[in-house]
Protein backbone atom coordinates (compact mmCIF):
# COMPACT_ATOMS: atom_id res chain seq x y z
CA UNK A 1 0.00 0.00 0.00
CA UNK A 2 1.49 3.65 -0.50
CA UNK A 3 2.73 5.79 2.33
CA UNK A 4 -0.17 7.86 4.32
CA UNK A 5 0.72 11.66 2.86
CA UNK A 6 -2.02 13.85 4.64
CA UNK A 7 -2.38 15.05 8.21
CA UNK A 8 -5.04 12.18 8.67
CA UNK A 9 -6.37 9.24 7.98
CA UNK A 10 -9.61 7.49 8.54
CA UNK A 11 -10.64 4.68 10.06
CA UNK A 12 -13.66 2.19 9.96
CA UNK A 13 -17.18 3.15 8.31
CA UNK A 14 -17.95 6.02 11.14
CA UNK A 15 -15.44 8.56 9.06
CA UNK A 16 -13.26 8.74 12.53
CA UNK A 17 -10.22 10.91 11.91
CA UNK A 18 -6.92 10.21 13.64
CA UNK A 19 -3.84 12.27 13.08
CA UNK A 20 -1.48 10.71 11.91
CA UNK A 21 2.70 10.69 12.64
CA UNK A 22 4.09 13.51 10.57
CA UNK A 23 5.74 11.13 7.83
CA UNK A 24 9.96 12.10 8.18
CA UNK A 25 12.99 10.87 6.00
CA UNK A 26 13.55 7.95 8.75
CA UNK A 27 9.59 6.78 8.68
CA UNK A 28 6.64 6.27 6.98
CA UNK A 29 3.41 5.57 7.78
CA UNK A 30 2.03 2.72 5.95
CA UNK A 31 -1.65 1.09 6.68
CA UNK A 32 -1.17 -2.54 6.88
CA UNK A 33 -3.81 -5.99 7.14
CA UNK A 34 -2.04 -7.84 10.08
CA UNK A 35 -2.26 -6.57 13.91
CA UNK A 36 -5.34 -4.39 14.15
CA UNK A 37 -6.22 -1.82 16.57
CA UNK A 38 -10.15 -0.79 17.68
CA UNK A 39 -11.27 2.38 19.22
CA UNK A 40 -13.44 2.40 22.29
CA UNK A 41 -17.02 1.76 21.80
CA UNK A 42 -16.94 1.81 17.90
CA UNK A 43 -17.36 -0.40 15.55
CA UNK A 44 -14.76 -0.32 12.93
CA UNK A 45 -12.81 -2.34 10.08
CA UNK A 46 -9.80 -2.89 11.91
CA UNK A 47 -6.97 -1.29 10.28
CA UNK A 48 -3.70 -0.99 11.88
CA UNK A 49 -0.34 1.30 11.43
CA UNK A 50 3.01 0.33 11.30
CA UNK A 51 6.67 2.10 11.58
CA UNK A 52 8.67 1.17 8.92
CA UNK A 53 12.33 2.45 8.45
CA UNK A 54 13.52 3.78 5.39
CA UNK A 55 17.39 2.55 4.35
CA UNK A 56 19.81 3.02 6.99
CA UNK A 57 23.60 2.18 6.60
CA UNK A 58 24.05 -1.09 9.25
CA UNK A 59 27.13 -1.49 11.27
CA UNK A 60 27.80 -4.33 9.63
CA UNK A 61 29.07 -2.84 6.01
CA UNK A 62 25.41 -3.56 3.91
CA UNK A 63 24.68 -0.94 1.65
CA UNK A 64 22.13 1.02 3.26
CA UNK A 65 22.10 4.64 3.76
CA UNK A 66 22.19 6.17 7.83
CA UNK A 67 19.29 8.80 8.18
CA UNK A 68 20.43 12.51 8.42
CA UNK A 69 20.33 14.52 11.93
CA UNK A 70 17.15 16.37 12.74
CA UNK A 71 17.13 20.23 12.00
CA UNK A 72 15.19 20.27 15.11
CA UNK A 73 17.86 19.44 17.55
CA UNK A 74 18.91 22.55 19.89
CA UNK A 75 22.63 23.08 20.63
CA UNK A 76 22.66 21.69 24.85
CA UNK A 77 25.32 23.27 26.63
CA UNK A 78 24.38 20.77 30.10
CA UNK A 79 27.36 19.39 32.12
CA UNK A 80 25.84 16.09 32.29
CA UNK A 81 23.96 14.27 30.69
CA UNK A 82 25.77 16.20 27.93
CA UNK A 83 25.49 15.99 24.55
CA UNK A 84 26.17 13.37 22.44
CA UNK A 85 27.78 12.90 19.01
CA UNK A 86 25.11 13.48 16.17
CA UNK A 87 26.65 10.15 13.92
CA UNK A 88 27.12 8.23 17.11
CA UNK A 89 23.13 8.58 18.10
CA UNK A 90 21.67 7.70 14.38
CA UNK A 91 23.79 5.09 14.10
CA UNK A 92 22.29 3.77 17.44
CA UNK A 93 19.20 4.38 16.15
CA UNK A 94 20.00 2.32 13.07
CA UNK A 95 20.80 -0.89 15.35
CA UNK A 96 18.10 0.02 18.24
CA UNK A 97 15.19 -2.69 16.78
CA UNK A 98 17.93 -5.57 14.96
CA UNK A 99 21.85 -4.76 16.59
CA UNK A 100 23.44 -6.49 13.24
CA UNK A 101 21.06 -8.77 12.25
CA UNK A 102 21.15 -10.84 15.40
CA UNK A 103 17.16 -10.37 15.56
CA UNK A 104 17.87 -8.51 18.93
CA UNK A 105 18.42 -4.79 20.70
CA UNK A 106 21.30 -4.60 22.67
CA UNK A 107 18.77 -4.00 25.38
CA UNK A 108 17.94 -7.03 25.16
CA UNK A 109 20.74 -9.15 24.38
CA UNK A 110 22.41 -11.82 27.60
CA UNK A 111 25.70 -9.76 29.31
CA UNK A 112 27.16 -13.40 28.34
CA UNK A 113 26.10 -13.81 25.12
CA UNK A 114 28.77 -13.95 22.07
CA UNK A 115 26.95 -10.70 20.68
CA UNK A 116 27.63 -8.66 23.77
CA UNK A 117 30.64 -9.67 24.73
CA UNK A 118 31.79 -8.55 21.27
CA UNK A 119 30.86 -5.41 21.91
CA UNK A 120 32.32 -4.67 25.13
CA UNK A 121 35.29 -6.28 24.47
CA UNK A 122 35.77 -3.91 21.14
CA UNK A 123 34.92 -1.04 23.36
CA UNK A 124 37.69 -1.44 25.85
CA UNK A 125 40.03 -2.65 22.88
CA UNK A 126 39.14 0.85 21.42
CA UNK A 127 39.65 3.29 24.48
CA UNK A 128 42.82 1.43 25.13
CA UNK A 129 43.87 1.85 21.42
CA UNK A 130 42.47 5.75 22.31
CA UNK A 131 44.45 6.54 25.81
CA UNK A 132 47.27 4.00 24.85
CA UNK A 133 46.68 2.20 27.88
CA UNK A 134 49.34 0.17 29.07
CA UNK A 135 48.74 -3.57 29.72
CA UNK A 136 49.73 -3.97 33.02
CA UNK A 137 46.56 -1.72 33.81
CA UNK A 138 42.60 -3.45 34.07
CA UNK A 139 40.13 -1.51 32.40
CA UNK A 140 36.50 -1.94 34.44
CA UNK A 141 32.87 -0.97 32.89
CA UNK A 142 30.86 -0.43 36.01
CA UNK A 143 27.80 1.75 37.67
CA UNK A 144 27.28 3.84 39.96
CA UNK A 145 28.57 7.30 38.88
CA UNK A 146 32.44 8.77 40.14
CA UNK A 147 30.97 9.60 42.84
CA UNK A 148 30.37 6.20 44.38
CA UNK A 149 34.41 5.30 43.31
CA UNK A 150 34.42 8.17 46.22
CA UNK A 151 34.15 4.92 48.63
CA UNK A 152 35.75 2.40 46.43
CA UNK A 153 39.03 4.34 45.86
CA UNK A 154 39.88 3.78 49.95
CA UNK A 155 38.39 0.69 50.50
CA UNK A 156 40.02 -0.94 47.92
CA UNK A 157 43.84 0.77 48.18
CA UNK A 158 44.04 1.51 51.89
CA UNK A 159 43.27 0.28 55.37
CA UNK A 160 41.67 2.65 57.86
CA UNK A 161 44.54 3.77 59.82
CA UNK A 162 46.38 4.97 56.48
CA UNK A 163 46.34 8.51 54.85
CA UNK A 164 45.39 9.68 51.58
CA UNK A 165 46.13 13.12 50.55
CA UNK A 166 44.02 15.33 48.51
CA UNK A 167 44.04 18.53 46.80
CA UNK A 168 40.46 20.07 46.55
CA UNK A 169 40.23 22.37 43.57
CA UNK A 170 36.12 22.54 43.64
CA UNK A 171 33.47 20.77 44.79
CA UNK A 172 34.05 17.16 43.71
CA UNK A 173 37.17 16.92 45.46
CA UNK A 174 35.86 18.19 48.14
CA UNK A 175 32.98 15.25 48.05
CA UNK A 176 35.80 13.18 47.87
CA UNK A 177 37.53 13.74 50.85
CA UNK A 178 34.11 13.65 53.03
CA UNK A 179 33.60 10.48 51.66
CA UNK A 180 36.61 8.93 52.23
CA UNK A 181 36.86 9.63 55.61
CA UNK A 182 34.60 7.22 56.49
CA UNK A 183 36.75 4.58 55.41
CA UNK A 184 40.65 6.22 56.11
CA UNK A 185 42.70 8.94 57.09
CA UNK A 186 42.49 11.86 55.28
CA UNK A 187 44.44 14.87 54.43
CA UNK A 188 44.25 18.24 52.69
CA UNK A 189 47.59 19.29 51.46
CA UNK A 190 45.75 22.23 49.68
CA UNK A 191 41.87 23.36 48.72
CA UNK A 192 41.06 26.86 47.42
CA UNK A 193 37.76 27.38 48.86
CA UNK A 194 38.94 30.33 50.35
CA UNK A 195 39.65 31.80 46.51
CA UNK A 196 35.77 30.30 45.11
CA UNK A 197 38.06 27.11 43.92
CA UNK A 198 39.21 29.55 40.55
CA UNK A 199 43.10 28.23 40.81
CA UNK A 200 45.49 25.68 41.11
CA UNK A 201 48.25 25.26 43.32
CA UNK A 202 51.85 25.25 42.71
CA UNK A 203 52.82 21.31 42.65
CA UNK A 204 56.26 22.90 43.98
CA UNK A 205 54.02 24.57 47.47
CA UNK A 206 52.61 21.05 48.36
CA UNK A 207 53.34 19.53 51.35
CA UNK A 208 52.27 16.00 50.95
CA UNK A 209 52.61 13.22 53.58
CA UNK A 210 55.68 10.99 52.90
CA UNK A 211 53.43 7.80 54.18
CA UNK A 212 50.49 9.00 52.14
CA UNK A 213 49.37 5.94 50.22
CA UNK A 214 47.88 7.82 47.38
CA UNK A 215 47.23 11.00 46.41
CA UNK A 216 43.49 12.50 45.12
CA UNK A 217 42.51 14.85 42.39
CA UNK A 218 40.05 16.17 40.26
CA UNK A 219 41.61 16.27 37.21
CA UNK A 220 39.02 18.97 35.91
CA UNK A 221 36.19 20.43 38.02
CA UNK A 222 33.00 20.63 36.14
CA UNK A 223 30.75 23.35 38.36
CA UNK A 224 34.04 25.92 38.74
CA UNK A 225 35.87 25.40 35.37
CA UNK A 226 39.09 24.89 37.13
CA UNK A 227 41.65 22.30 35.16
CA UNK A 228 44.90 20.89 35.71
CA UNK A 229 47.03 21.28 32.60
CA UNK A 230 50.19 18.98 34.48
CA UNK A 231 49.55 16.47 37.13
CA UNK A 232 51.81 16.87 40.82
CA UNK A 233 54.44 13.91 41.01
CA UNK A 234 53.66 11.78 44.10
CA UNK A 235 56.32 12.18 46.58
CA UNK A 236 55.97 8.93 48.83
CA UNK A 237 57.77 6.63 46.45
CA UNK A 238 55.14 3.51 47.22
CA UNK A 239 52.43 6.30 46.72
CA UNK A 240 50.95 7.08 43.46
CA UNK A 241 48.37 9.42 41.65
CA UNK A 242 44.83 9.07 41.51
CA UNK A 243 42.47 11.17 39.37
CA UNK A 244 38.66 12.29 38.84
CA UNK A 245 38.29 12.85 35.41
CA UNK A 246 34.81 12.54 34.54
CA UNK A 247 34.52 15.84 32.81
CA UNK A 248 37.73 15.66 30.59
CA UNK A 249 37.80 12.22 29.89
CA UNK A 250 39.00 11.42 26.52
CA UNK A 251 39.22 15.27 25.46
CA UNK A 252 43.11 15.10 25.32
CA UNK A 253 45.96 12.65 25.37
CA UNK A 254 46.49 11.65 29.06
CA UNK A 255 49.88 9.43 30.11
CA UNK A 256 48.47 6.66 31.84
CA UNK A 257 51.48 5.80 33.41
CA UNK A 258 52.05 8.81 35.37
CA UNK A 259 48.17 7.51 37.35
CA UNK A 260 47.79 5.00 39.49
CA UNK A 261 43.81 4.68 38.74
CA UNK A 262 41.84 7.01 36.35
CA UNK A 263 38.17 7.15 36.80
CA UNK A 264 34.93 8.66 35.69
CA UNK A 265 31.85 8.64 34.82
CA UNK A 266 31.25 8.65 31.18
CA UNK A 267 28.00 10.52 31.04
CA UNK A 268 29.75 13.86 30.28
CA UNK A 269 32.22 13.24 27.19
CA UNK A 270 31.93 9.25 25.89
CA UNK A 271 28.15 8.25 26.72
CA UNK A 272 24.93 8.74 28.20
CA UNK A 273 24.57 8.32 32.22
CA UNK A 274 25.08 4.87 33.64
CA UNK A 275 28.37 3.58 32.74
CA UNK A 276 31.23 4.26 35.46
CA UNK A 277 34.75 3.50 33.73
CA UNK A 278 38.04 2.94 36.12
CA UNK A 279 41.16 2.31 34.81
CA UNK A 280 43.55 1.02 37.26
CA UNK A 281 47.17 -0.32 37.58
CA UNK A 282 46.71 -4.02 38.25
CA UNK A 283 48.97 -4.23 40.99
CA UNK A 284 46.95 -2.01 42.99
CA UNK A 285 44.11 -4.94 42.75
CA UNK A 286 43.37 -7.27 45.35
CA UNK A 287 43.78 -5.45 48.82
CA UNK A 288 40.38 -4.54 49.46
CA UNK A 289 39.42 -3.93 52.93
CA UNK A 290 36.74 -7.05 54.69
CA UNK A 291 34.13 -4.34 54.71
CA UNK A 292 34.29 -3.44 51.07
CA UNK A 293 30.83 -4.78 49.28
CA UNK A 294 30.99 -7.14 46.33
CA UNK A 295 30.35 -4.63 43.96
CA UNK A 296 32.66 -1.94 45.38
CA UNK A 297 35.70 -4.72 44.85
CA UNK A 298 37.62 -4.09 42.07
CA UNK A 299 39.39 -7.84 41.85
CA UNK A 300 35.73 -8.96 41.31
CA UNK A 301 35.08 -6.76 38.73
CA UNK A 302 38.96 -7.58 36.90
CA UNK A 303 38.39 -11.15 37.29
CA UNK A 304 34.83 -11.08 35.66
CA UNK A 305 35.83 -8.85 33.31
CA UNK A 306 33.39 -6.23 33.98
CA UNK A 307 30.28 -8.99 34.05
CA UNK A 308 30.03 -10.25 37.62
CA UNK A 309 26.79 -9.16 37.46
CA UNK A 310 24.56 -7.38 34.52
CA UNK A 311 26.48 -4.61 33.74
CA UNK A 312 24.97 -1.36 31.92
CA UNK A 313 24.77 -2.90 28.47
CA UNK A 314 23.34 -0.32 26.10
CA UNK A 315 25.39 2.71 28.16
CA UNK A 316 28.59 0.37 27.33
CA UNK A 317 27.50 -0.10 23.81
CA UNK A 318 26.98 3.88 23.26
CA UNK A 319 30.45 4.37 25.12
CA UNK A 320 31.48 2.01 22.30
CA UNK A 321 30.41 3.70 19.60
CA UNK A 322 31.57 6.95 20.90
CA UNK A 323 35.33 5.48 21.32
CA UNK A 324 35.06 4.35 17.28
CA UNK A 325 34.13 7.68 16.67
CA UNK A 326 36.64 9.73 18.49
CA UNK A 327 39.31 6.81 16.68
CA UNK A 328 37.86 7.93 13.74
CA UNK A 329 38.39 11.71 14.16
CA UNK A 330 41.69 10.81 14.92
CA UNK A 331 42.01 10.06 18.35
CA UNK A 332 43.08 12.56 21.13
CA UNK A 333 45.50 14.86 19.79
CA UNK A 334 42.63 15.74 16.79
CA UNK A 335 40.28 15.84 19.64
CA UNK A 336 42.46 18.44 21.91
CA UNK A 337 43.01 20.08 19.41
CA UNK A 338 38.97 21.14 18.18
CA UNK A 339 38.57 21.50 21.63
CA UNK A 340 41.24 24.10 22.52
CA UNK A 341 39.60 26.19 19.67
CA UNK A 342 36.17 25.98 20.66
CA UNK A 343 37.33 27.09 24.51
CA UNK A 344 39.47 29.58 22.57
CA UNK A 345 36.74 31.12 21.07
CA UNK A 346 34.10 31.63 24.21
CA UNK A 347 37.39 32.73 26.65
CA UNK A 348 37.88 35.29 23.79
CA UNK A 349 34.50 36.45 23.66
CA UNK A 350 34.76 36.62 27.64
CA UNK A 351 37.87 38.73 27.29
CA UNK A 352 36.73 41.00 24.66
CA UNK A 353 33.36 42.17 26.34
CA UNK A 354 35.14 44.87 28.27
CA UNK A 355 34.14 43.32 31.66
CA UNK A 356 30.27 43.00 30.58
CA UNK A 357 31.16 39.32 30.73
CA UNK A 358 33.58 37.87 33.42
CA UNK A 359 34.94 34.34 33.94
CA UNK A 360 36.51 34.10 37.58
CA UNK A 361 39.19 31.61 36.82
CA UNK A 362 42.83 31.68 36.63
CA UNK A 363 43.34 31.94 32.94
CA UNK A 364 46.42 29.76 33.30
CA UNK A 365 43.90 26.30 34.47
CA UNK A 366 41.03 27.81 32.78
CA UNK A 367 38.93 24.53 31.50
CA UNK A 368 38.58 23.73 28.26
CA UNK A 369 35.51 21.75 28.95
CA UNK A 370 33.55 23.92 31.07
CA UNK A 371 33.24 27.60 31.04
CA UNK A 372 31.48 29.23 33.49
CA UNK A 373 30.99 33.17 33.18
CA UNK A 374 28.93 35.97 34.92
CA UNK A 375 27.20 39.17 33.88
CA UNK A 376 28.62 42.44 34.81
CA UNK A 377 24.95 43.09 35.63
CA UNK A 378 23.55 39.85 37.45
CA UNK A 379 19.89 41.01 36.86
CA UNK A 380 20.07 39.98 33.25
CA UNK A 381 21.43 36.46 33.50
CA UNK A 382 18.05 34.68 33.74
CA UNK A 383 16.89 37.09 30.44
CA UNK A 384 20.25 35.90 28.70
CA UNK A 385 19.31 32.34 29.79
CA UNK A 386 15.65 32.61 28.52
CA UNK A 387 16.40 34.51 24.93
CA UNK A 388 19.42 31.66 24.00
CA UNK A 389 16.65 28.90 24.83
CA UNK A 390 14.58 31.07 22.28
CA UNK A 391 17.81 30.55 19.65
CA UNK A 392 17.88 26.90 20.28
CA UNK A 393 20.88 27.06 23.01
CA UNK A 394 19.92 25.16 26.18
CA UNK A 395 21.40 24.59 29.82
CA UNK A 396 23.55 27.40 29.90
CA UNK A 397 22.34 28.25 33.84
CA UNK A 398 24.90 27.80 36.34
CA UNK A 399 25.16 25.28 39.12
CA UNK A 400 22.93 26.11 41.40
CA UNK A 401 25.54 26.60 44.34
CA UNK A 402 27.70 28.89 41.83
CA UNK A 403 24.92 31.05 40.08
CA UNK A 404 25.70 32.56 36.97
CA UNK A 405 26.55 30.96 33.25
CA UNK A 406 28.18 28.05 32.25
CA UNK A 407 28.51 26.52 28.73
CA UNK A 408 30.18 23.00 28.91
CA UNK A 409 31.42 22.28 25.34
CA UNK A 410 32.09 18.42 25.71
CA UNK A 411 33.81 16.74 22.55
CA UNK A 412 30.79 16.43 20.69
CA UNK A 413 29.75 20.19 20.92
CA UNK A 414 30.26 21.20 17.02
CA UNK A 415 32.10 24.29 16.68
CA UNK A 416 29.33 25.52 15.04
CA UNK A 417 27.38 25.39 18.19
CA UNK A 418 30.31 27.52 20.28
CA UNK A 419 30.49 30.16 17.30
CA UNK A 420 26.40 30.66 17.65
CA UNK A 421 26.40 31.65 21.32
CA UNK A 422 29.65 33.92 20.85
CA UNK A 423 27.37 35.35 18.14
CA UNK A 424 24.05 35.54 20.58
CA UNK A 425 26.80 36.61 23.66
CA UNK A 426 27.76 40.00 20.73
CA UNK A 427 24.26 40.53 20.15
CA UNK A 428 22.93 40.64 23.55
CA UNK A 429 26.18 42.99 24.84
CA UNK A 430 25.11 45.16 22.56
CA UNK A 431 21.75 45.46 23.48
CA UNK A 432 22.04 45.57 26.69
CA UNK A 433 25.43 47.28 27.37
Excluded at 28 to 48: A, C, D, I, R
Excluded at 184 to 204: A, L
Excluded at 402 to 412: D, E, F, L, T, W
Aim: include cysteine.
Amino acid sequence: MAAASTNSFLVGNNKTQIPSLKPTSQSLLHLTKPNTFHLPGKKTKPVSVRCVSSPTQLQDGSSKSIPTGSQDRVFNFAAGPATLPENVLLKAQTDLYNWRGSGMSVMEMSHRGKEFLSIIQKAESDLRQLLEIPSEYSVLFLQGGATTQFAGLPLNLCKPDETVDFVVTGSWGDKAVKEAKKYCETNVIWSGKGDKYTKVPSFDDLEQSLDAKYLHICANETIHGVEFKDYPVVRNPNGFLVADMSSNFCSKPVDVSKFGVIYGGAQKNVGPSGVTIVIIRKDLIGEAQEITPVMLDYKIHDENKSLYNTPPCFGIYMCGLVFEDLLEQGGLKEVERKNVRKAGLLYDAIEESEGFYRCPVEKSVRSLMNVPFTLERSELEGEFIKEAAKEGMVQLKGHRSVGGMRASIYNAMPLAGVEKLVAFMKDFQAKHA
